[in-house]
């Protein structure tokens, strides 16, 4: 976070919340097109993963310790990871094309990380 900005009071005020959840409404739209055979399979999957990463951000901000805070973030770097895997086989599936989701989940892994360095070096 630079200096000239107030620290957030809620996790709805972290931009790598906002966009993560921005994500989440995306696979959500995205997903509603697949074969009904994968309701219970992959749509479920995709998006369960995708629920995780601004669930565990927001987690994450309620922890008092860094470690704390760390751990939560982790899982949610955790869960970009797998959603990565889930758009390419859905991609391969011919389930629709996603790259502007992809770009969405790109662009949250980058704020994600920088948040994550940025807990790490503040120490708490």
Known sequence: MSSDRSPAR??????????????VLA???????FPEREKFGLAHQLRRAAV???ANIAEGFGKRSQAEKARFLNIAEGSVEECRYYL??????????NRSLTSTLEETSKLLNAYVRTILASGS
């Open 88 to 97: 390419i086989l859905s991609q391969d599936l011919g389930y629709g094309q």
């Open 10 to 23: 809620s996790f709805r005020d972290l931009t790598v919340w906002q966009k993560a959840h921005e994500f």
């Open 52 to 54: 995780s990463i601004p």
């Open 27 to 33: 696979v959500y739209r995205y997903s509603e097109s």
